[in-house]
């Protein structure tokens, strides 16, 4: 009987644990992305599509996730002034493309993917 008792008691241990340990390292994040505007009707998972590597400080984008057929990645800082600009007609559209921010000083940017229907914007932090 006392095991009946247990059991769902580390259950709950062992998923509390989990959700302060995601939460603690959520939070030592340098690198912050959040979502603008996504004007694109296939884009209801671009959550998945930017992953962070806070150690290296670069951000993975996969394209087949958004949906693919990019033409132009621009990066701008808050001034509008272009910091990074890179064609990518002749990327695969299942391609990961790399972002390095480690080239980049502490703000906020704006990082909009061009396609050629409407763009996608993201906002990129850097601490």
Same mark, same amino acid.
């Given at each position: ?6 059991? &769902? +008691?580390?259950?709950? +241990? =062992?998923?509390?644990? *989990?959700? +302060?340990? @995601? ?5 030592t ?8 505007? @996504? ?12 992953? $962070?590597? =806070? $150690? ?10 958004? *949906?693919?057929?990019? @033409? $132009? /990645?621009?990066?701008? !800082?808050?001034? *509008? ?5 890179? !064609? +990518? /007609? !002749?990327? &695969? ?6 972002l ?6 502490? *703000?906020?940017?704006t ?7 409407? &763009? ?8």
């Open positions: 009987m006392e095991f009946k008792a247990f059991l &769902p +008691l580390c259950f709950i +241990l =062992v998923f509390s644990l *989990g959700q +302060l340990h @995601a939460q603690s390292v959520s939070s994040s340098a690198i912050n992305i959040s979502e603008i505007e @996504a004007l694109t009707t296939n884009n209801s998972d671009s959550e998945w599509a930017f992953w $962070e590597d =806070v $150690e290296s400080q670069k951000i993975y984008i996969d394209f087949a996730e958004l *949906g693919g057929n990019f @033409a $132009e /990645l621009v990066l701008q !800082d808050v001034n *509008g002034n272009q910091v990074i600009k890179e !064609d +990518l /007609l !002749d990327l &695969p559209v299942d391609s990961i493309y790399e390095d921010l480690s080239i980049l000083n502490k *703000g906020e940017y990082l909009e993917l061009r396609t050629y229907k409407e &763009p996608i914007f993201k906002t990129i932090s850097v601490e």
